[in-house]
């Protein structure tokens, strides 16, 4: 006798039902075990960091630059070179380190010009403070930090991304200190019209936590950083950049980006002579990135844009090229 049809079929699929099972209790083991290898990783990552936080406090100990006290905390100022002109450094926001940072640019104009770099609070060797950070404060604080080092004006502003909006308050706010601007991938007021602030604050805050990890040693690497430092510099950029990445502080200044603009949309454009090294716009968080440039030099009676086709830290990629322009741009325009 024949057995039905029906009951064969069944038969087949529960087999199949079985070796679905297993599948998914295999599926679920190897997820279980790279998850748990994940965790092994990070964990021995952190931990790695943190010897190496404790073995980098030496490299920290002498700081590149001169510690002052403004508003009873420690700011760092840097000054090489002589010369006529002062070309004063100002960083974006969460550059770890300026010093390091601009000497790509600066070490190529250093036998002509004094070089100043401020390192504001929360960068560099500055202390971190976890105060407000309104761009009127950051200001009032860098013009005190250069008094108190006994450095003079006037100054050519050569400020990089956000401080750009720091240097147009400087020459809206005391003309007579400002010679001139140098944008380096500068941002503009136009550049926050269509600024997603939340997103870029979440974004910050996986930086944040990556530093705290130890991840920011990862990213930044040898090949990320200059040619123009030596072995030693980029050790001790990552170790600044170790501990200091995207801290209280620069979350605060991103937090006063709305007000200083509103300040400075209040006032009359500065008619310094100016000059605007600008990147292709490709690694930039903001509203028509290159036609801004064009857009806020056409009502100045002296400004130029310099188009370089590169990323953001324009002084990492051009800078032949930016301090040679440099160079004809001041003693053409100002002597």
């Not at 599948?23 to 790279?34: A, D, H, N, Q």
């Not at 980098?56 to 630059?65: A, H, M, R």
């Not at 500068?186 to 604050?201: H, I, K």
């Not at 036609?291 to 324009?314: F, Q, T």
Request: proline share 4%.
């Amino acid at each position: 006798m024949f057995l039905p049809e029906a009951p064969r079929a069944g038969i087949l699929f529960w087999g199949y039902d079985l070796d679905m099972k297993r599948f998914l209790k295999t599926i679920g083991k190897i997820f279980l075990f790279l998850l748990a290898l994940l965790v092994f990783a990070v964990a021995v990552l952190f931990i790695g960091h943190r010897i190496m936080l404790a073995n980098e406090e030496p490299l920290l100990e002498k700081p590149i630059g001169q510690l002052i006290e403004v508003d009873g905390h420690n700011m760092c100022v840097y000054t090489e070179g002589e010369g006529e002109h002062t070309l004063l450094f100002l960083s974006g926001s969460g550059t770890p380190a300026p010093v390091l940072d601009f000497k790509s640019l600066y070490s190529l104009l250093n036998d002509d010009y004094r070089i100043v770099v401020i390192e504001k609070y929360g960068y560099g060797f500055s202390d971190v403070v976890d105060t407000e950070r309104s761009f009127t404060t950051i200001l009032r604080q860098d013009r005190e930090v250069l008094e108190k080092a006994g450095i003079e004006g006037p100054f050519i502003l050569c400020p990089h991304s956000m401080s750009g909006l720091e240097a147009i308050m400087w020459a809206q706010d005391y003309p007579d200190e400002v010679e001139a601007i140098v944008g380096l991938d500068n941002v503009l007021p136009r550049t926050y019209d269509n600024y997603d602030v939340e997103a870029v604050l979440k974004l910050e805050s996986i930086f944040s936590a990556a530093r705290e990890l130890g991840l920011a040693r990862l990213y930044y690497s040898d090949s990320f950083l200059p040619d123009s430092l030596t072995h030693e510099e980029k050790n001790l950029y990552r170790a600044i950049a170790s501990r200091n990445l995207v801290n209280v502080d620069v979350v605060n200044e991103g937090r006063a980006i709305f007000d200083a603009v509103r300040l400075i949309d209040s006032k009359p454009k500065p008619d310094v002579p100016m000059i605007m090294f600008i990147s292709d716009g490709t690694e930039t968080n903001g509203s028509d990135w290159v036609g801004n440039h064009y857009l806020y030099a056409s009502d100045l009676s002296d400004a130029k844009v310099v188009e370089l086709g590169c990323g953001h830290y324009v002084h990492y990629f051009k800078a032949d090229e930016i301090a040679s322009e440099m160079r004809s741009f001041i003693e053409n325009e100002l002597g």
